[in-house]
């Protein structure tokens, strides 16, 4: 059975007609061609589809798109704005954050929403007082939030600067 | 001889962020199912589910009849291969079963959604035959097989190593366990292929880390020209050893490709399927003996391994060969016996060979170094020997004491009580401990390069094309290959731009054993000479020439490989058996770092995965369906972040004029050989308990 739906795709409004079987994900990379976000599994186990939907990061491979009709998504690619790129985007380049690169959309998407988050008082499984109005992104805090997103090379170490260097609490180490 | 020239360094040695970067961290660098094609065809398979036996009958008429089903391809009807040699690549032609999650049918739709309903609407009949899945030294024959992995001698044997070990003041005598484990690589292998009848050409966009190896394959599996299969890769994301041969993914994609010509196949595997047609590694099993004085010198070091290979195609990975050439003993042998198996094909995966064989021997010389209570950096420094232990043959350089020293300093080892279980802190047992690290410095012939000289006439400013079909699997290849270029040349190397990952330039060697930044870089070097000895400094617009890798006369003369000293904090929890690693840093002595942002990253990324080996990896193997049980990334834990602390790699400068023009050693796998057994020896530290397998569990620390 299809069903045609609308998706407002990092600013830009697309309609398209899919099968009620489709994910966001395979309507985002089969249907519109935005290949940015990736697909290591698509079971909601590995990150690498990490999106922005309706501002909250979310994986798409666990949506159905006929169930998200309407939704705004930000993708890794919308999350830059005229031509510069995200902060995060940007710390990822100078930490090196990376290596293969397939991982890195999901990571960048999944650390603007960890700054936000903190930003916003919520705590995650090491956060010491549940009550603070912010959370201090210390490399716990960074870690224990970033494990939703897997990467196989192994940038972690790397990937806990990045964010570090952006939320500053990395001691202006870069 | 006298000593070669090495390159003088401008931009090597300078840290150069990824020239890809920005594609990268945007998500616009394509991937190999991501190039966008007109009218795609959506490839799934129908799996085996028996482990062994032969297809009895396919019944296709419930896919054909869903709508959107464009084809299906099963043993009865696909096309015949012209190389049916390697059983591996033998796709779709014939009923038998090797192992379970083997092809034996395939369905093309419009949408992945009806290729997947299709695929689960065939009805294929079995009749299974008797069949071992799980490795076991006393159930079936073993065997030596005629060589390891790839080329290395199966035994080595030197002087009497039974007799010194009756002789030894200490002895140490133990089994080491190693668990099945998958590559993995975050990107699932994926390929688009598209058959042109006219003419008979593949175009092949595939997630590989050799291009040319995937031409000169296919090409031999359907029997056509290499010129006829066009192969592109720009890039991908990861392999590990696993995207580095042939499967049967690519060959099936070929099959179905030549079902609907000219229209293009996508198929990228699901992470399921990654568990049975793309290669793993091996369980191994490891006994090993140490024989030494009371201060702790080697006089006899045997390791004998058994492990696993399928009946499919043969693998036979190198697991003693860490033990030929990391530590001095005059009676020494090694011997590799396998255990043929009714399972998917066992292949590369990082460090094959070094990875599990340094777990057991660091663990081994750890449990030395308790028994002669010698310290065990210390140990490893009185075992260091002059030569290669088994050759004899000098090494080019060997800085394995330096990096212990360096690392021990940094780390803080002076500091350490050796008592094991001595330090209770909030629950938690805390320990340290040591690992060496050791590699072969490859250098592979058979790459090409081109340069070419632009020097358009408007502005006048100069700039360089260097075409090699190398692959970037996130090693930072192609950002490496213009430094060495730039320097080979004698030029800014913001005015290089190189081209990897295209069989439309000169081919190039498998990104593996970490021999690529060597073989390619000296296919560059070699061009670039040619370049400026034909056309000197004053090149014309256009003017462009090739070269090739050299062979290295000077591997006749010195053994050659990358050192390195692993040091790990860890902490276990008292009640629960939790494993925590709060620190871990790594000191390399690899040759010349060409590029010190992408080197740390390789090095930090192996030591990752060898914690992930050391706390988690490990492939269920259900003998009684020959399945992987637990085949998806929620039950296959890989390290994620928060299992990382405080992780650091550095190198102490190496000057190696001998294996290569650029004086680099190969760096992509060393980080993982030792970092299982450093956190293993370090929770030795921590517990007083010796764990002999990897990964370990929280068993093994609880009463
Ligand atoms: S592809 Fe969505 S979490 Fe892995
Ligand atoms: S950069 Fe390769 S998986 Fe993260």
């Known amino acids: ?174 | 001889m006298s000593t070669p020239e090495m390159l003088t360094p401008r931009a090597m040695g300078t840290p150069r962020r990824r020239v890809e970067g920005p594609a990268k961290v945007t998500g616009t660098a394509r991937y190999a199912a991501e190039h966008p094609l007109d009218r795609p065809v959506h490839l799934h398979p129908v799996l085996a589910t028996i482990p062994r036996g032969r297809v009895t009958a396919i019944d296709t008429s419930a896919a054909e009849a869903v709508d959107g089903v464009v084809a299906v391809l099963t043993t009865r009807d696909a096309d015949a291969l012209a190389d049916t040699s390697d059983r591996e690549f033998t796709v779709l032609q014939d009923d038998e079963i090797g192992f379970r999650g083997q092809y034996v049918g395939a369905v093309l739709a419009d949408t992945p959604e009806a290729a997947r309903e299709g695929a689960d609407r065939v009805e294929v009949t079995y009749e299974q035959d008797d069949f071992r899945a799980v490795l076991d030294p006393d159930a079936g024959e073993l065997y030596a097989p005629d060589a390891v992995n790839p080329a290395f001698a199966t035994d080595s044997v030197i002087g009497d190593a039974d007799a010194a070990l009756g002789e030894a003041e200490v002895v140490v005598d133990a089994t080491y366990t190693t668990a099945t484990t998958h590559n993995n690589p975050l990107e699932p292998h994926s390929s688009i292929v598209v058959w042109e009848p006219d003419g008979g050409r593949f175009t092949i966009f595939d997630s590989t880390q050799g291009v040319s190896t995937t031409r000169s394959n296919v090409a031999t599996v359907f029997g056509m020209d290499e010129a006829d299969v066009d192969v592109i890769s720009p890039h991908v994301g990861g392999g590990f050893g696993s995207k580095g041969n042939l499967h049967a993914n690519v060959v099936l994609a070929c099959l179905a490709a030549r079902r609907v010509p000219g229209r293009p196949v996508k198929y990228p595997l699901t992470r399921q399927q990654m568990f049975s047609l793309v290669g793993y590694r091996t369980p191994t099993i490891q006994h090993v003996r140490l024989g030494a004085t009371r201060e702790g010198r080697l006089s006899a070091l045997v390791h004998d391994v058994v492990e696993q290979t399928s009946r499919t195609k043969e693998f036979a990975e190198q697991t003693a060969t860490y033990s030929r050439s990391v530590y001095a003993a005059p009676h020494r042998r090694t011997t590799h016996r396998l255990d043929m198996l009714d399972v998917p094909v066992p292949s590369w995966m990082r460090a094959p060979g070094e990875c599990p064989g340094s777990f057991a021997a660091e663990v081994a010389m750890d449990e030395l170094a308790v028994a002669c209570d010698v310290d065990p950096v210390e140990l490893r420094i009185r075992n260091e020997p002059d030569a290669d232990p088994e050759t004899g043959k000098p090494f080019s350089s060997r800085h394995l004491v330096e990096c212990l020293r360096r690392g021990a300093d940094r780390f803080g080892w002076s500091r350490r009580d050796p008592t094991p279980r001595a330090r209770l802190v909030d629950g938690w047992w805390s320990g340290t401990g040591v690992a060496a690290s050791a590699y072969p410095t490859n250098r592979s012939p058979g790459s090409g390069a081109t340069i070419r000289y632009h020097r358009p006439a408007a502005d006048g400013a100069e700039h360089w094309d260097v075409e090699i079909a190398a692959a970037d699997i996130g090693t930072g290849a192609r950002t490496v290959l213009g430094q060495i270029a730039a320097d080979a040349l004698g030029v800014d190397v913001d005015t290089v731009e190189v081209t990897v990952g295209d069989t439309a330039v000169p081919p190039a060697t498998v990104a593996g054993g970490s021999s690529g930044t060597a073989s390619w870089g000296s296919a560059v070097v070699d061009a670039a000479q040619r370049f400026r000895a034909k056309y000197g400094t004053d090149p014309s617009d256009g003017d462009e020439i090739e070269g090739a890798t050299p062979e290295n006369d000077w591997s006749e003369h010195y053994a050659m490989s990358a050192f390195g000293a692993q040091f790990a904090e860890v902490l276990v929890h008292a009640d629960t058996g939790e494993v925590r690693v709060p620190r871990m840093l790594g000191v390399f002595a690899a040759g010349r770092i060409l590029n010190p942002v992408t080197a740390r990253s390789q090095f930090i990324g192996g030591m990752t995965m060898g914690l992930s080996m050391a706390l988690h990896e490990d492939s269920v193997m259900d003998p009684r369906s020959g399945h992987v049980v637990n085949h998806d990334l929620a039950n296959y834990h890989i390290a994620s972040c928060a299992d990382v602390g405080d992780m650091d790699a550095e190198w102490i400068d190496e000057e190696d004029p001998y294996v290569n023009p650029m004086g680099s050693k190969g760096i992509g796998e060393i980080g993982i050989v030792g970092a299982a057994a450093v956190v293993a020896n370090a929770a030795y530290h921590a517990t007083g308990v010796r764990v002999r397998s990897a990964p370990m569990l929280v068993d093994h620390f609880l009463d």
């Open chain 1, 1 to 174: 059975m299809d069903a045609t739906i609308t998706l407002t795709v990092d600013g830009r409004e697309r309609t398209l007609t899919v099968d009620t079987r489709t994910t966001v994900l395979d309507a985002l990379r089969e249907h519109l061609d935005v290949t940015s976000p990736k697909k290591g599994c698509d079971h909601g186990q590995c990150g690498s589809c990490t999106v922005l939907l309706d501002g909250r990061r979310a994986l798409p491979c666990l949506a159905l798109a006929v169930a998200h009709d309407g939704a705004d998504v930000t993708t890794a690619d919308g999350l830059a704005t005229d031509g510069e790129l995200h902060p995060v985007a940007r710390a990822f380049l100078d930490a090196d954050a990376y290596q293969c690169g397939y991982c890195t959309p999901g990571q960048v998407c999944s650390a603007a929403a960890v700054l936000a988050e903190a930003g916003e008082g919520w705590p995650s499984a090491v956060t010491p007082d549940l009550d603070a109005e912010r959370v201090t992104l210390d490399r716990s805090e960074i870690a224990e939030r970033m494990s939703g997103n897997l990467c196989r090379c192994g940038a972690y170490a790397n990937i806990v600067d990045a964010v570090a260097s952006v939320a500053g609490t990395d001691g202006g180490a870069r």
